[in-house]
């Protein structure tokens, strides 16, 4: 009886990040209750405010809406309520780069994947894996839990569920997914199957976007797709290079080939890199665990050096714009030869505006974005930085420049503040409001 429909359905997920935030507040519009979960006290203390830790569109109505309903909890402790009560259990932590060797750092879904184990009651209870996480990741957590699981009359599935939600429009994107895939359901009519499918049925409005795959097929899914992208703005930035040594602009370039349908025309603008939470250390967890099975991805590895260079040279570009050795004719030329070393560049005491810190607009997030690694390349030559950024909070700025501290880096209110006196002013994310900047009162600060 339970499975009737979506709103009979509980569902918890563990950790409310943009992952776990996003899926709990759009489900919380259909389902019977759904339980936020983390470990984070501040962060459920906050939401409990409805205080919402991240910058994302279209949230905050939706999660005041259904947590002043009840429908939605936020619970940082004692989840044992929230296991028993809920039908599906998403786990949805982290997955970040461990520390040296790029493999994706697995400790927190285990840890989930045991505390649920101990805590699971008589009853079927679906498992889903929504963190990205390497093949084979799936099977690992359900043998943990057999092992941990005594009881005969505990019964559950594990299913991996990817998410492939943007940051910056992750509410729109969960509400009209392209596709939802769940990997291990096994045939048609499963438990498991059957409960997905009720889930999901409120946002999958054609049937051909919800695919069933193996468990392997739906963990490289999620990988294979930020791969390509990443392929896309490292192709991309590298025209760029080419096109600006011929007098050609990218822009018509890319335009013009993204025509075509087969190449499609999104992920094709040039940029300082590809950064945020998800691409950078995701191909690089890809890259190493093909290792693992002596496969060389050689295209992915060289995706992973070049965007790595492009974040150095658009650094080193925007220094040599004040240093005196590059004129203004020189602007649009990238740097080669003489200039590739960034200790000839002499940028001691000059003023830089840097507009825009997050990867991406319409974000606040700093994880791994270009712009931050070009602002503390610049602090590393000396350089004098002002940065402004539409929607980062100062603490989370001055976070991400904890290895700079002393050093003389200006957090702004407003890009006219940031901008005073500046020597060169760099634009780094396409925020909506640096497209409509007062340009003549730029020009009589600077
Ligand atoms: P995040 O870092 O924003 O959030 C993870 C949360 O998990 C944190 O709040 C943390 O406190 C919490 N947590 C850690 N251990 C916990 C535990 N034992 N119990 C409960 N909560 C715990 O991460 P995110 O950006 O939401 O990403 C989550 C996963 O989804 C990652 O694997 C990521 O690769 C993947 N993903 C992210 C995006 C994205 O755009 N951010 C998109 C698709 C997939």
């Known amino acids: ?95 970040p780069s461990r520390r040296g060797d790029g493999h994706a750092d697995l400790s927190y879904v285990f840890s989930v994947a045991e505390l649920i184990a101990e805590m699971l009651t008589p009853g079927y209870t679906l498992i889903v894996i929504k963190s990205t996480v390497p ?33 910056g429009s992750a509410v729109e994107n969960f509400l009209h997914p392209d596709r939802v895939v769940v990997g291990g359901c096994g045939s048609v009519g499963s438990p498991a199957r059957k409960r997905m499918e009720i889930l999901y049925s409120p946002f999958v409005k054609d049937k051909g976007t919800l695919l069933f795959t193996s468990w392997e097929e739906a963990e490289m899914i999620k990988y294979a797709a930020n791969a390509f992208l990443a392929l896309k703005i490292q192709f991309t930035n590298e025209f760029a290079d080419f096109c600006q040594l011929v007098n050609a602009n990218i822009s018509v370039v890319m335009k013009a080939i993204g ?51 492009r974040k150095r040279r658009i650094a080193q570009w925007i220094a040599t714009l004040a240093d005196g050795s590059c004129t203004k004719e020189d602007v649009g030329i990238p740097l080669h030869g003489h200039h590739t070393n960034s200790t000839t560049i002499n940028v001691y005491g000059k003023r830089f505006a840097i507009l825009g810190l997050t990867f991406k607009a319409n974000t606040d997030d700093l994880r791994e974005s270009p712009a931050i690694y070009v602002v503390q390349e610049l602090l590393s030559l000396g350089a004098l930085v002002s940065v402004y950024d539409p929607q980062v909070k100062e603490e989370s700025v001055i976070r991400h420049f904890e290895n700079f501290r ?24 396409e925020w909506e409001e640096f497209r409509n900047l007062d340009w003549s009162r730029l020009y009589n600060i600077v």
């Open 259 to 309: 025509l075509d349908e087969r190449i499609g025309s999104h992920y094709l603008q040039p940029g300082p890199g590809f950064g945020g939470s998800c691409l950078p250390k995701d191909i690089r967890a890809l890259v190493r665990s093909a290792q693992e099975y002596s496969c060389s991805m050689r295209l992915l590895e060289s995706v992973i050096d070049g965007n790595e260079v």
């Open 406 to 429: 002393g050093f003389p880096l200006n957090i702004c209110e407003d890009t006219y503040t940031a901008c005073k006196d500046a020597d060169v002013t760099a634009i780094l994310t």
């Open 1 to 95: 009886a339970k499975e009737d429909g979506v709103s009979d359905l509980c569902v918890s997920f563990f950790g409310a990040g943009y992952v776990g935030l996003v899926s709990s507040v759009c489900l919380a519009d259909y389902c019977k209750k759904v339980y936020c979960l983390d470990t984070d006290k501040e962060k459920i203390a906050s939401l409990r405010e409805l205080q919402i830790p991240i910058y994302e569109p279209l949230l905050e109505d939706k999660l005041r809406k259904n947590y002043e309903s009840k429908r939605l909890v936020f619970l940082s402790e004692t989840f044992d309520l929230a296991i028993r009560d809920s039908d599906i259990l998403f786990i949805a932590v982290g997955t």
């Open 135 to 167: 093949v084979g990741t799936c099977n690992k957590v359900q043998e943990l839990m057999k092992a941990k699981v005594k009881s005969s009359k505990v019964q559950f599935d594990v299913v991996s569920n990817p998410e492939f939600l943007r940051q």
